[in-house]
């Protein structure tokens, strides 16, 4: 089955770290880049991080850069996106998406609150 599943979302206070995973399933994972997206609540979905296919190109959106980091692991076929410094304006739903299979994942609720 040819999907996308992201994990790891959930309530973090300001200031607070959280790891999101997402797993793929059904296509030669190792051949494309992989990017997070997230979208808040009245706001349309905005781009944050990518991964080249070998995971030696990196691009981040100016709003998370040097707080998050993106990276894979083509042998677990997984998607990483370690998020640190988390403030209020971070809560959104975060998906997974590979943008050359036109596939996206479910998405996890990242919530930051205190």
Do not use: H
């Amino acid at each position: 089955q040819v999907q996308l599943v992201e994990s790891g979302g959930g309530l973090v206070q300001p200031g607070g770290s959280l790891r999101l995973t997402c797993a793929a399933s059904g296509f030669t994972f190792s051949s494309y880049t992989m990017n997070w997206y997230r979208q808040a609540p009245g706001k349309e979905r905005e781009a944050v991080a990518s991964i080249s296919g070998t995971g030696g190109i990196l691009n981040y959106a100016t709003s998370v850069k040097g707080r998050f980091t993106i990276s894979r692991d083509n042998n677990k076929r997984t998607t990483y996106l370690q998020m640190n410094s988390l403030q209020p304006e971070d809560t959104a739903v975060y998906y997974c998406y590979a943008p050359a299979r036109g596939l996206w994942g479910q998405g996890t609720q990242v919530t930051v609150s205190s």
